[in-house]
């Protein structure tokens, strides 16, 4: 704590929040702005991870969309359609009218169910894989999961970036960093 019995943490400001998923379940990743530097926080059920990335330090920024609507139609496709496959024993003669008129309701419901995700999915639009690349490391940032959000947040990440590497640099008398 300073004198005036404040703390002394730094103030941050929340540039994004979004979902990572990863083998068996999801990670919630924040992406936070400070004075010099952006905090990628990291959290999924049992850990908390936080990872600095100084602006003076990020190299590159890469964007790779990703098409994952096929995976995700043929998700729909299996998820949804599986609980159909027994339908054909249905219509067997030894089988109860009731017992099948059950099922298909059943596995009616569990189709609109995986439907209803998909369109979700689509909704949200397209995905894509950002990452901050320094000397030493390569790192996926999960809050900037689709293209929209990295399209709107990447500008002015991008402008902080600049700021701080121009600042070390010599500059031109016209404000124009000087090219050795």
């Not at 959290?43 to 330090?57: I, K, S, T």
């Not at 419901?109 to 439907?115: E, G, K, R, T």
């Not at 990452?131 to 900037?144: K, N």
Request: charged fraction near 20%; hydrophobic fraction near 45%; charge should be positive.
């Amino acid at each position: 704590m300073d004198s005036d019995g404040k703390s002394a943490a730094p103030d941050y400001q929340q540039i994004c929040k979004g979902k990572k998923r990863s083998f068996l379940w999801r990670q919630t990743c924040t992406l936070w702005k400070g004075r010099d530097h952006f905090l990628l926080v990291t959290n999924n059920l049992l850990v908390e991870r936080y990872q600095r990335f100084y602006f003076r330090d990020i190299q590159g920024i890469s964007v790779l969309p990703r098409k994952s609507w096929p995976y995700q139609l043929a998700g729909l496709l299996l998820f949804g359609t599986l609980p159909m496959a027994p339908v054909v024993f249905l219509f067997r003669d030894d089988v109860p009218e009731s017992a099948r008129y059950g099922f298909m309701i059943v596995a009616g419901v569990i189709f609109l169910l995986f439907f209803i995700l998909f369109l979700v999915m689509l909704a949200k639009g397209r995905t894509c894989l950002c990452r901050f690349h320094t000397a030493v490391q390569t790192e996926e940032i999960g809050a900037i999961n689709r293209l929209h959000v990295a399209e709107q947040h990447l500008p002015g990440i991008r402008n902080f970036i600049e700021a701080a590497q121009l600042d070390g640099q010599p500059q031109n008398q016209g404000g124009e960093t000087a090219v050795p």
